[in-house]
């Protein structure tokens, strides 16, 4: 037998091309959702710069002669810009009485709105006694009331009271439409917490005025600071009742110290748009150092009130 020789075989050689790397699915997830998210920041541009516009615009009337005000065509920005307007309002000891004056005001009507909404507060929260509901539909009523309408009985009861033309009419009368909402505020936001917490101290011998300032308060930091916020933003800025109820330029705020600018004939619009800007100054630092307080405050005593 003759011995079969095997032939060797080669394997057979394929050329195959080499496979492609197919995208992870979170990298195409990621780049699909690229132009979305530019989209979404130019929209946000956007909506910033159209309430920012006026701002700018007031800024730069209050560093423009008045003669350039309403110069065609407008400019933001101009090479006669200097800070005349706001060295006449600060060399005016007149203007600054209006400073002075919305800063004692609404300093005032915070402070004292802020210890009496607490004391209110805590009892409507924690306590339980007669005519409950009764108070609470007074509270909610007040604050539905527009403020106009109580304007001519206010004047009648200011000056019978003898508190025309002073501090003390001004801080009362604002106290009586920010207290309710600030009562409703503070009253949702410590419904929101445990009431073991005032039965945990109790049990140690402490009243009800040490649970409240040493244990609740510090905890409801958000919502004193979310109604203190909006307290002083309305006493600031109020305008119809500080007109009506002072007489003289020593107890006008602020707003009516910018109405006295304009003139019979003519308006001083760089000192108007300068003591606007000055104006808004406490609002815009309060807004800044206590937004994420004012928010979180507003939002938990809305879901609880």
Known sequence: MTALRERPTTPMSHSHPAPTPTPAPQARARRNQRPQKIGIHVAL???????????LWMASTSLKPNGQVFAWPPKLITSAMNLDSYVAIFA??????????????????????????VLAAYALSRYDFPFK????????????????????????????????????????????????????MMTGYFNTLPRELDE???????GPLTVLFRILLPIAVPGLVSVGVYTFMIAWNEYLFALTLTRTNEMRTVPIGIQLLMGQHSYDWSQIMAMSILGSIPILVLFTFFQRYFLSGMSAGAVKA
């Open 45 to 55: 541009l956007v909506c910033a710069l159209f309430p920012a516009l006026p701002i």
């Open 200 to 206: 945990a101290v109790m049990v140690d011998g402490a």
């Open 92 to 117: 005016d000891g007149e203007k600054l009485r209006f400073f002075l004056n919305s800063y004692i005001v609404a300093g005032s009507v915070t402070v004292l709105t802020l210890l009496a909404s």
């Open 133 to 184: 509901r009764a108070l609470n539909v007074v509270i909610i009523s007040v604050q539905a009331v527009p403020p106009i309408t109580l304007l001519i009985p206010y004047f009648g009861l200011v000056v019978t009271l003898g508190l025309y033309d002073t501090y003390g009419g001004l801080i009362l009368t604002y106290m009586v439409f920010t207290l309710p909402y600030a009562i409703i």
